[in-house]
C-alpha cells in the first residue's frame, strides 16, 4: 500500500468534513458503466436534540449514457415525528468524469444536481454543484465531494453554502465492505457560521454487494452522529441499488 496516498486521502477528508444532508442522503461515487442504469431506494431518519424526528424515503433511476456521463431523478417523501409522508421534493442530478479513472492519482469529476422542492417556500429551485474527488490504494477508496448550494426564490434569501460528502471504504470480505461516512455543512461559503449553528454528522457505514434476487444488488447503510450542537443528535441511513 502506498502509504502517502493514504495519508493525501484522511488529509482531503478531514479538510472538507452541503448545507444539511437530507435523512436519505448519500455519498455520490461515480458510475462508469456505460449502458447500465440503476433503480435505487433510500430510507432515512434524523433525530434532533430537541426530540424531534424526520424521515425520509427516495426512489431513483439513473445511469450512464456514456462512460462519463452518468444522469440520473429522483422523487423523495418525507414525514415528521412519525405523521404521513408526504411529497418532499424532486430532483434531476448529473455527474461529468472530468479526468480519466485511474490515470492519476485522483480521479475528477464535476456533480451538479437541481431540486424542484414540493414546498415553494423552500425556493422555486435547489442548486448544488461541486467536484467529486476519488483516490483509490491497495486497501481503500476514498471519495470526498465538497459542494455548494443554495435554493433559489425561497422566501427567506439565502446565500450561497458550502457543505459536503466523504466517504472511506475497505473490503474486509468477498461482496463486504466496512468503513465510514461525513456530511455537514460550514454555512454561508465565504463567511463560515459559529461551531455552534455548523452540522457535521460522521459515522460507522457497511457496503454489501450481492447477485442473489436475479441481479446485483448494492447494500449502503450508515449509521450518523451529530458534532455539535447545530447538528442532528444522529442519524441512520440505508440505500438499495438494483443494476440492470
Known amino acids: ?144 465531494n465538497p459542494l455548494l448550494g443554495k435554493h433559489i426564490g425561497a422566501e427567506e434569501p439565502e446565500k450561497l453554502a458550502l457543505g459536503y460528502q466523504w466517504q472511506v471504504k475497505g473490503m474486509v470480505a468477498q461482496g463486504v465492505e466496512l468503513g465510514a461516512q461525513g456530511f455537514g455543512s460550514f454555512g454561508t461559503w465565504n463567511h463560515w457560521s459559529p461551531a455552534s449553528g455548523q452540522q457535521h454528522s460522521v459515522g460507522p457505514a457497511i457496503f454489501l454487494k450481492t447477485n442473489a434476487f436475479g441481479g446485483p444488488i448494492r447494500v449502503d447503510a450508515a449509521w450518523l452522529f451529530g458534532i455539535g450542537d447545530g447538528s442532528p443528535r444522529n442519524t441512520i441511513r440505508l440505500r438499495l441499488e438494483h443494476e440492470f
Not at 500500500?1 to 444532508?21: E, I, P, Q
Not at 421534493?89 to 422542492?117: F, I, K, M, Y
Open 1 to 144: 500500500m502506498d502509504m502517502r496516498r493514504v495519508l493525501t486521502c484522511a488529509l482531503l477528508a478531514s479538510a472538507v468534513s452541503s448545507a444539511g444532508a437530507d435523512p436519505a442522503a448519500y455519498v455520490f461515487t461515480p458510475y462508469n458503466d456505460a449502458g447500465k442504469w440503476q433503480l435505487a431506494y433510500g430510507l432515512g431518519t434524523e433525530h434532533d436534540r430537541d426530540g424531534s424526528r424526520e424521515t425520509q424515503q427516495t426512489l431513483a433511476i439513473g445511469g450512464a449514457p456514456t462512460a462519463r456521463w452518468y444522469t440520473s431523478v429522483y422523487a423523495a417523501w418525507a414525514a415528521d415525528d412519525g405523521g404521513r409522508f408526504q411529497t418532499d421534493e424532486w430532483s434531476w442530478t448529473n455527474h461529468l468524469q472530468v479526468t480519466t479513472p485511474g490515470a492519476g492519482p485522483v480521479d475528477v469529476g464535476l456533480l451538479c444536481e437541481l431540486s424542484r422542492p414540493h414546498d415553494r417556500d423552500e425556493g422555486r429551485l435547489g442548486v448544488s454543484c461541486g467536484p467529486t474527488l476519488q483516490m483509490d490504494t491497495d486497501d481503500l477508496q476514498v471519495n470526498v
